[in-house]
């Protein structure tokens, strides 16, 4: 099936500072998407990236899928405490009939010291 | 949210004993899946539903089996329940193909059943 590698594993910032979590895969994705779990909660879908190169902004996050959609990344500017959780990729299951299955990553924990 | 409920929210059970998840929605959305997540391993899907009555494996499901009787229930069953299945459980559903502007294979979650086998 489907692999994507997400790093780092752990993120830890001071408030103000500036955060990234990245996804990769050995193979062209078709897209990808990214969700945030808050501590206790679970995911939330946040975006889809299409296209190659595609660059995506929601407020302070921004998200990239690389030229040649085998990688990803999430970078949030000035993070706060309230982007405390857990930041996962997911990937669409290749070939054939997905069933809209989705492989995730292993997922970024950020906590945010104020 | 989506209309996503899950049942229960907490058990604690003994090794051995059968548990059964329920996870129910309101969105009459055709494909549900049942995932675990765990620590360093993020989010590994147990099973997955593509319509009434029509299921099929994902990446961990020795051990578990599952029902889908109603488009709205999805039911995940520990056979008999070990230490190693201690776990958070989560239930997710999906439109796919898309009918709303979220993406063909957006997830939406439910709030999840902790499960402690001692």
């Known amino acids: 099936g489907q692999q994507v590698m997400q790093i780092p594993q752990y993120q830890h910032v001071q408030e103000g500072e500036d955060f990234t979590t990245y996804c990769n895969s050995s193979?062209?994705?078709?897209?990808i998407q990214w969700y945030k779990q808050r501590p206790g909660g679970h995911p939330v879908f946040l975006i889809q990236?299409?296209?190659?190169?595609e660059v995506k902004k929601q407020k302070r996050l921004t998200f990239q899928f690389g030229e040649a959609k085998k990688n990803s990344s999430l970078h949030i500017t000035a993070t706060q405490t309230t982007d405390v959780g857990t930041y996962f990729c997911?990937?669409?299951?290749?070939?054939?009939?997905?069933?809209?299955?989705?492989?995730f990553g292993q997922g970024t924990i950020l906590t945010v010291h104020p | 949210d989506a209309g996503i409920t899950q049942s229960p929210r907490h058990k604690v059970t003994e090794t051995g004993t059968p548990v059964t998840l329920r996870c129910h929605q309101t969105?009459?959305?055709?494909?549900m899946y049942w995932y675990r997540q765990d620590p360093g391993h993020g989010l590994r899907l147990i099973h997955y539903?593509?319509?009434?009555?029509?299921?099929d494996k994902g990446e961990v499901s020795d051990g578990y089996s599952v029902s889908r009787s109603k488009t709205e229930d999805f039911l995940l069953t520990l056979e008999s329940a070990t230490s190693s299945q201690t776990s958070v459980y989560f239930c997710?559903?999906?439109?796919?193909?898309?009918?709303?502007?979220?993406?063909?294979?957006?997830?939406?979650f439910g709030p999840g059943t902790r499960l402690l086998v001692l």
């Open positions: 969105e009459n959305h055709r494909y």
């Open positions: 997710a559903i999906s439109d796919y193909p898309a009918t709303s502007g979220g993406g063909k294979e957006t997830q939406y």
């Open positions: 997911a990937v669409a299951n290749a070939g054939g009939t997905s069933y809209g299955k989705l492989t």
């Open positions: 990236l299409v296209k190659s190169g």
């Open positions: 539903s593509y319509g009434v009555k029509d299921t």
């Open positions: 193979t062209t994705l078709s897209n």
